[in-house]
């Protein structure tokens, strides 16, 4: 008889998109006529750029004849997206980023998920409360995290590091030492920026006591703010304990597309072992690569047409950032986040729940945010909302929550 990974029987299960989409469809049958506006999901809402369609058609139509046809992709992906990321993303910020330390893949949450794959059992990990589920979900499914404790709803053997308003939604260095650090700058949910002076601390902290960082920078085309480093690479010394993980879809709207891209530095050792070999070893032998057409897709990102294009719908979205923040604070809401993200993090009034909150905004405003405690204990009485609805609804929606 077969047995499974016991390890997920573990998991709690996470009903926090499944029981706003149970709350949103009770909602909408009793109240048919309700002109429900979504501000809760991370999902973008703006089609593709022109440069990157017109891309996607091209490459298409090389699939379509025998001398420009393109099968398997090269392992670490094509040499012209690696070498556009490269120079774009980190050569001209400074970074000391080589093409061959880039390994193109589907998307960051994959790679946040199978990055811990090349770690030790044992090892350690701290993330930030709130935080991104995937980080702390995949090392329970890989048997890293002790027991799980329902009332307080944290593992025994991760290292949880609040993110408050006390310390602006930017955790401080652990007292116990963790063998991998999760950050993710911008932040999701908080919407927190973490400046480069702040960086730094890290990066030396995990240089001194032989931690690795996983970087996570989905959400750095938000960056709005000069002392705001878009890469851990603009840190002295982050080549010897940092891993960063970067995504298409915030930036370029590619979350049906999928495009993403993960980078090892060279130097990055544990002892004699190359965590850039080890990764090149796991990509190897259990991915086939991006499509030839997303990749394609992707270094139409880098031209002067797809980055011109690209700017306009970030702005777009960072327009709608800052509405909801001036908003609600106009409102006499306590805000934070929205200047170097798309997210938007306020305290819920009167000592509301998370959930209380939810269901408020939902009955007086017809708004569908995401509670904060679904992010992690930290996260109770906050509530997030997104900047990625259309401006008209965004408008609409900060309108209503305004005249509760
Ligand atoms: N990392 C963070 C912090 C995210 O919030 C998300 C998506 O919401 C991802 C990664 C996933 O990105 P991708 O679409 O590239 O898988």
């Known amino acids: 008889m ?20 149970k709350k949103v469809a009770a909602f909408s049958a009793a109240n048919p006529d309700a002109p429900i506006i979504r501000l809760g999901i991370g999902d973008v809402t703006q089609p593709l750029a022109p440069a990157i369609i017109e891309a996607l058609h091209s490459a298409v139509d090389e699939m379509a004849h025998a001398e420009t046809f393109h099968g398997y992709a090269p392992d670490l992906g094509y040499e012209f997206l690696r070498s556009a990321i490269a120079k774009n993303d980190f050569q001209a910020r400074g970074c000391d980023i080589a093409a061959d330390e880039i390994f193109i893949s589907d998307g960051a949450k994959s790679d946040s998920g199978n990055i811990q794959e090349i770690f030790g059992p044992d090892c350690r990990i701290a993330v930030g409360d709130p935080v991104y589920p995937v980080y702390v979900d995949t090392n329970v499914m890989a048997g890293r995290t002790g027991t799980y404790d329902p009332k307080t709803e944290t593992w025994s053997n991760v290292i949880y590091m609040p993110c408050t308003a006390e310390n602006g939604f930017v955790p401080e260095l652990p007292k116990e030492v963790p063998d991998m650090i999760y950050l993710c700058f911008p932040n999701n949910p908080t919407g927190a920026a973490i400046t480069k002076d702040e960086l730094q601390k890290w990066v030396d902290y995990a240089n001194k006591n032989g931690a690795v960082i996983i970087y996570d920078a989905a959400y750095e085309a938000y960056i709005t703010e000069e002392d705001v480093p878009h890469s851990i690479f603009e840190c002295e010394g982050a080549r010897t304990c940092a891993i960063e993980l970067r995504s298409f879809s915030k930036n370029a709207g590619f979350t049906g597309v999928r495009l993403g891209a993960t980078i090892i530095p060279k130097d990055l050792k544990c002892g004699d072992v190359m965590l850039h070999s080890l990764w090149a070893r796991r990509h190897g032998t259990k991915y086939n690569g991006a499509p030839y057409i997303v990749q394609k897709a992707g270094a139409a990102v880098y031209t002067e047409a797809g980055k011109a294009q690209i700017k306009e719908q970030i702005a777009y979205y960072q327009k709608n950032a800052r509405t909801i923040y001036e908003g609600l604070k106009n409102a006499g809401y306590t805000v934070s986040g929205a200047v170097n993200s798309p997210y938007v993090w306020l305290k819920t009034p009167d000592n509301m729940t ?32 997104t900047a990625f609805g259309s401006y008209e609804n965004t408008l609409e929606a900060i309108k209503r929550i305004e005249n509760i």
Request: glycine share 14%.
């Open 2 to 21: 077969y047995s499974v990974n016991e390890n997920y029987l573990k998991l709690p299960g996470s009903y926090l998109f499944s029981n706003i989409a």
């Open 354 to 385: 998370s959930w209380e909150f939810f269901d408020f905004l939902l009955e007086k405003a017809n708004v569908v945010g995401t509670p904060g405690s679904g992010f992690g204990p930290s996260g109770e009485g906050y509530f997030r909302l």
